[in-house]
């Protein structure tokens, strides 16, 4: 890993670890898809809040294995020219394998967000949904994503706020607390408290809308696999062990785990 920099930012381990493919991924959602209390689910939510006409050309940028379109599959306007990127040939690889046959005719393309190679003015609307805190060069990722949009055209970023997850990184502090603090580490921050500023220096009329939710945990196998999943994978085996009787213990004596979910969607649009 680089030195100084966080893993969530860190896009060598993220391509060969991390995001090598979707199991670590499809973990995390599974936990929110089994758990959440907002039954409406948060790619339609999403979906909801973009602003397409019938004839556009959109880039989403780190789409992972495409959920978002996936999951609004019969919302899709005929007139949408889609392409679908990922830094992560692993994830592109899922994206693909679950969008084509979808009737769409989806394009998908390997690319940095540091780094577009597409030409000026190329999109109505690009989309980065919850990867820009992964990004090195957050400067340089939103230049580039300036660049390629139209004038009057649009940006959609989405992020976590500061309390989102707060209770299960308490948990995890009791047993490894180096490990709780690399997880939340906020040397790269892009959350729903910094992106407004960050943002406005890029774009015009930014707005934030925020999605109502919170997990209530009721079994301790889910939860487990997502801490695995990501950055507690670097748990020694026995804070493994002390953080699996943790959890057990605390779902004996409440019967659930409720944990806390910020998250919410920034809008931008390109001035002239």
């Not at 649009?154 to 997850?165: E, K, N, P």
């Not at 707005?207 to 696999?225: F, G, I, K, M, N």
Request: charged content about 20%.
């Amino acid at each position: 890993m680089h030195s100084g920099m966080p893993r969530m930012a860190d896009q060598e381990y993220l391509r060969a670890e991390q995001y090598v493919n979707a199991a670590n991924l499809n973990a995390r959602i599974q936990l929110h898809a089994r758990f959440s209390t907002n039954q409406y689910g948060w790619h339609r939510w999403l979906f909801d809040q973009l602003c397409l006409p019938a004839q556009c050309d959109i880039l989403e940028l780190g789409c992972g294995p495409g959920d978002l379109w996936l999951q609004n599959v019969p919302r899709i306007a005929p007139g949408w020219r889609i392409t679908l990127s990922d830094f992560s040939a692993g994830m592109l690889g899922q994206a693909v394998a679950n969008l084509r046959g979808q009737g769409h005719p989806f394009v998908f393309s390997l690319i940095d967000a540091q780094s577009i190679p597409f030409a000026d003015r190329s999109f109505d609307v690009v989309i980065a949904n919850h990867m820009l805190y992964h990004v090195p060069d957050r400067s340089r990722a939103l230049a580039e994503m300036r660049r390629v949009i139209r004038p009057a055209g649009r940006f959609y970023a989405s992020t976590v706020g500061q309390s989102h997850l707060r209770e299960l990184w308490g948990l995890m502090s009791q047993v490894a607390p180096g490990v709780a603090s690399r997880a939340t580490d906020v040397t790269n921050p892009f959350t729903l408290e910094s992106g407004y500023d960050e943002l406005g220096e890029w774009f015009s009329d930014v707005s934030v809308a925020r999605y109502s939710d919170a997990l209530v945990v009721t079994e301790a196998e889910p939860l487990l696999a997502y801490v695995w999943s990501g950055e507690a994978s670097s748990m020694s085996p026995e804070q493994r062990e002390a953080f699996a009787r943790c959890v057990e213990r605390q779902l004996a004596l409440h019967g659930a785990i409720r944990i806390s979910k910020d998250s919410g969607l920034f809008e931008g649009v390109r001035a002239a």
